[in-house]
């Protein structure tokens, strides 16, 4: 950022380093599991615990309208919570533990053999539940916390940036760890490790806990909406409608991506070494997503976070097209292209959010980051339970053959064509479609640049009242 641009943003918006440092340690700590939960919850059950495709559906189908009540629900209760540290850090220090234990019980399960078929169904049911809530509680009110401590678009940005330099760091150990603990060392290797990323997971998100401090006016001033209420302007509003319909695809897309990550490498390509296959498309995966970064944030800078948004999904579904048509070795070009458009999947959203809720403060006077995140969810975060469903049941259609004592079995060619489509081109078809939708949205040009004065007026006057309140 050039010296005039960084004088164009208003003192109280920018955020000093070592806040943007602590704020972006949850990245890596939640990388680390959430990554690993994602990629390998679907492959670990289906492939070492052997629970039939059958169970794995209802237990995300489950799973699914779990993630659809306690969203909204917590970031109602985040947006009402007030304390002397603020509305957001106190759930870290409630839910933090518990997203580490629930996750390290999550692959303790008693096998198939010792508890039977309902016995794992049950197990798995219950601790992708319980570690859903401990993940909603802290990166919902994260995701919130990240939007208030800035509204200059660019500050958000840089931000995410942060976020994004943690995080990718912990989702490649979540991509290359399970797979080679798994083929090495087996389930006790496997859990041994995931004990590990764990208590990782725990340190580094009570950094954040610790060092991020809060801006005090919005729980101090600020009048929330009751629940009902909450939810009737968020429903009301077009800008939200638009952005979470985009959302939505972009998190089932990516949570394809991982969940059949390890199925694609294992069986699309008979005869090479799955792990060297695993490499080669997490490099490609991370020089796409280091010049997607540079590129999307410039485009950002001029442009906005809109225009970035679509640059980000234009190259992803590019991506997943080539993935699904291509033949061969050829076909892994398509990660590339995928890593170009991943950092708008995987932090610029959030902006893109940040914005839904700045028109929002305009319209009902209140700052309520939390509740919008949490309604988003409500309609988004299911994707990844429906991509887990999507892949079982591909598998299932495309006479997936699962292993015998231990061993893989080589898929026939039917089975590897529903991998690859699963892969690549049902994907592309979804991000065209979202990239449709969000060309919609009318938060861009003149109409954002009078919501982004008209904020900042409003957070004058609040920081005036909060002086009043500390004096009395």
């Known amino acids: 950022m050039s ?39 679907l492959f670990y059950y289906r492939e070492i615990m052997l629970l039939s495709e059958i169970y794995i559906i209802i237990a995300f189908g489950f799973y699914a309208i ?43 399960s008693p096998t198939v053999e010792v508890i039977g078929q309902i016995g794992v169904f049950i197990w798995l049911l219950l601790f992708l539940c319980l570690y859903d809530t401990a993940f909603t509680a802290t990166l919902l009110v994260w995701s919130a916390l990240g ?151 410039k485009v950002n800078e001029k ?3 809109k225009t970035a948004m679509m640059h980000s999904i234009f190259w992803q579904a590019v991506g997943f097209l080539l993935i699904g048509i291509l033949p061969g070795y050829l076909a892994l070009l398509g990660f590339f292209f995928v890593g170009m458009g991943l950092y708008g999947a995987m932090s610029l959203f959030n902006a893109a959010f940040g914005e839904v809720c700045d028109e929002d403060e305009v319209k009902t006077g209140t700052r309520r980051e939390a509740a919008i995140f949490g309604t988003n969810a409500l309609i988004t975060k299911p994707a990844e339970s429906f991509a887990g469903m999507f892949i079982a049941f591909m598998l299932l259609v495309f006479l997936y053959q699962q292993p015998i004592g231990g061993v893989q079995q080589v898929q026939s060619d039917f089975t590897i064509l529903g991998i690859k489509t699963a892969m690549g081109l049902v994907p592309a078809v979804v991000l065209f479609l979202s990239l449709l939708i969000y060309k919609f949205s009318p938060l861009h040009g003149q109409y954002l640049k009078e919501i982004k004065t008209k904020i900042s007026q409003m957070h004058v006057e609040k920081r005036e009242k909060l002086k009043q309140i500390t004096k009395k």
């Open 3 to 41: 010296h005039k641009e960084f004088d164009q943003i208003a003192p109280e918006d920018i955020v000093p380093r070592k806040t943007k440092l602590g704020f972006a340690s949850t990245a890596f700590g939640s990388q680390l599991v959430h990554g690993i939960f994602m990629i390998s919850t």
């Open 147 to 297: 939007q208030e401590l800035s509204m200059d678009h660019r500050e958000r940005a840089s931000i995410q940036v942060y976020s994004l330099m943690f995080a990718v760091p912990g989702t490649l150990a979540a991509l290359l760890l399970p797979m080679l603990f798994l083929e090495g060392a087996g389930r006790e290797g496997f859990i041994f490790i995931t004990i590990i990323l764990g208590i990782l997971q725990f340190i580094f998100m009570m950094v954040t806990a610790i060092t991020v401090k809060e801006k005090l006016e919005y729980s101090q001033v600020d009048k929330p909406l009751g629940l009902i209420d909450a939810l009737k302007h968020t429903f009301k509003s077009k800008s939200f409608l638009i952005t979470v319909a985009m959302n939505f695809w972009l998190i089932f897309t990516q949570a394809v991506l991982f969940a059949n990550l390890y199925f694609y490498t294992s069986y699309v390509f008979p005869g090479s070494n799955p792990f060297m296959i695993l490499i080669v498309t997490v490099g490609l995966i991370l020089i796409g997503l280091a010049f997607g970064t540079i590129y999307t944030v």
């Open 303 to 305: 442009k906005g976070v």
């Open 66 to 108: 779990w993630n659809a009540v306690n969203d909204p629900l917590f970031g109602w209760l985040s947006d009402r919570t007030s304390t002397r540290w603020g509305r957001r850090i106190p759930y870290y220090w409630i839910f933090t533990p518990m997203m580490t234990i629930s996750f390290i019980l999550l692959w303790l």
